[in-house]
T-cell receptor, first 111, second 115 residues
Framework: QKEVEQNSGPLSVPEGAIASLNCTYSDRVSQSFFWYRQYSGKSPELIMS????GDKEDGRFTAQLNKASQYVSLLIRDSQPSDSATYLCAVNGLGTYKYIFGTGTRLKVLA | EAQVTQNPRYLITVTGKKLTVTCSQNMNHEYMSWYRQDPGLGLRQIYYSMNVEVTDKGDVPEGYKVSRKEKRNFPLILESPSPNQTSLYFCASSLQGALPSKTQYFGPGTRLLVL
């Protein structure tokens, strides 16, 4: 079983819609969770981090964490064509310096 | 400008010829890390360093070496490269590695082809 799982997509949404990206993880002691955006040929860029159950909002982005169900999600409101990228979920364990990344979900926002 | 730099950006080499990929950051970060990215496998952590002279293995350390003699530099060494090490490599750094909400800053990547 993969430690961090994401649907590879592509997930296609029309411009202005809400894009919902999901990530599940297997290690119950995972502490910190991150969403990165990666444009084709570029390096990953941190969008959101979350480490408490519930929602965390930053502009058009909302991260949701449910530790009991072991999933973390990213909502992108009012999706724009510029949001088209691969979104990587990453998990960091309690008291460790190791990061585990999912394989990413490719998002396509259609104009 | 705060940044992580990697050199070279592109490299073609042959099996067995030792190479070093350099990584440098100017943000006084304690934590640095190397990843490789392969299609369908995502980003996988090779090695990381919590501070000068302190390094540890990630998930895929075989065939790689690292050193951290200075805070700003974290080179990745391939003593005897093989074709299965053909990949896109990223260096990253953050202020501290094991605290919540730490932000990792990634370098631009090094694309390596081993023939």
């Amino acid at each position: 079983q993969k430690e961090v799982e994401q649907n590879s997509g592509p997930l296609s949404v029309p411009e202005g819609a809400i894009a919902s990206l999901n990530c599940t993880y297997s290690d119950r002691v995972s502490q910190s969770f991150f969403w990165y955006r990666q444009y084709s040929g570029k390096s990953p860029e941190l969008i959101m981090s979350i480490y408490s159950n519930g929602d965390k909002e930053d502009g058009r982005f909302t991260a949701q964490l449910n530790k009991a169900s072991q999933y973390v999600s990213l909502l992108i409101r009012d999706s724009q064509p510029s949001d088209s990228a691969t979104y990587l979920c990453a998990v960091n364990g309690l008291g460790t310096y190791k990061y585990i990344f999912g394989t990413g979900t490719r998002l396509k926002v259609l104009a | 400008e705060a940044q992580v730099t990697q050199n070279p950006r592109y490299l073609i080499t042959v099996t067995g010829k030792k190479l070093t990929v350099t990584c440098s950051q100017n943000m006084n970060h304690e934590y640095m890390s190397w990843y490789r990215q392969d299609p369908g496998l995502g980003l996988r952590q090779i090695y990381y360093s919590m501070n000068v002279e302190v390094t540890d293995k990630g998930d895929v350390p075989e065939g790689y070496k690292v050193s951290r003699k200075e805070k700003r530099n974290f080179p990745l060494i391939l003593e005897s490269p093989s074709p299965n090490q053909t990949s896109l490599y990223f260096c990253a750094s953050s202020l501290q590695g094991a605290l919540p909400s730490k932000t990792q800053y990634f370098g631009p990547g090094t694309r390596l082809l081993v023939l």
